[in-house]
């Protein structure tokens, strides 16, 4: 077995849904990473039965509200010199910019301009749904 629970340097996502990696993977544009990345899925878990884990060899600049768009209660290490230098826990962000775009075809939003800095504030944690600032209607992200 190829030893891959270490690595010197980088980012380790951990105690992602299992089977979610590879969403994660394409939404943050792991493609671009040059160095490792290594994707494991559906690793036991005693918390969660089974999970996923990515680990990026490098420090690679992570969006991290996609990420805890798509992953709330992702544990992201930061690794240096082999060791965890720090630990953040994901959580569902309460406000998004930037990331989201309104549903509402006649939201201002969507006019020709763009809106610098729409906001979308967090209504509904459990079903992961945001309302736009200026319309009120609501938008989830599509993943
Ligand atoms: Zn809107």
Known sequence: MINVSKIKKGIVLDHIEAGRAHVLYRALELEKVTDAVVLMQNIFSTSLGKKDIIKIETDYNIDFTVLGLIAPHTTVNFIE????VKKIRMELPEVVEGVLKCK????????EREIAG??????????????????????????
């Not at 010199?81 to 965890?84: I, P, Q, S, V, Y």
């Not at 509402?104 to 006019?111: A, H, K, L, Q, V």
């Not at 509904?124 to 993943?143: A, I, V």
């Open 118 to 143: 729409h906001k979308f504030y967090l209504y509904d944690r459990e079903k992961k749904e945001y309302k736009c600032e200026y319309c009120d209607t609501l938008t989830t992200y599509g993943e």
């Open 104 to 111: 509402n075809p006649r939201c201002i939003t969507n006019s």
């Open 81 to 84: 010199d082999g060791e965890r």
